[in-house]
């Protein structure tokens, strides 16, 4: 089993930064598949960014650019950097990995076993 745990919501104005953690424990692995997603209120969950264990990451189109995924040196921290950041940005963010996948490309909620509570961003215009 695994446990995931964000951190690092919050309110922000348009154009500002957020960065989000997500702290992995468990019955983690070497090989992994791991991902952001968030929900707006009224809205279906998406996908953010993914990075799995060889290195590649994937972002939705909305946030390329904007929002770098990565993973710290122990595999168990994963980050979420977010700049300029627009009203459309704010949502419910959930962290969410897999350690049966290798490789991951523009995962789907499908494709994760394990997921985090969540933490709320808000951006004000």
């Known amino acids: 089993q695994v446990e995931l745990v964000e951190a690092g919501g919050g309110s922000v104005q348009a154009g500002g930064s957020l960065r989000l953690s997500c702290v992995a424990s468990?019955?983690?692995?070497?090989?992994?598949?791991m991902g952001w997603f968030r929900q707006a209120p009224g809205k279906e969950r998406e996908g953010v960014a993914a990075?799995?264990?060889?290195?590649?990451?994937s972002y939705a189109d909305s946030v390329r650019g904007r929002f770098t995924i990565s993973v710290d040196n122990t595999k168990n921290n994963l980050y979420l950097q977010m700049n300029s950041l627009k009203p459309e940005d704010s949502a419910t963010y959930y962290c969410a990995a897999d350690y049966a996948i290798i490789a991951c490309h523009s995962p789907t909620q499908d494709d994760f076993s394990y997921w985090g509570q969540g933490t709320q961003v808000t951006v004000s215009s």
């Open positions: 468990g019955n983690t692995g070497s090989n992994y598949c």
């Open positions: 990075i799995d264990s060889e290195g590649t990451r």
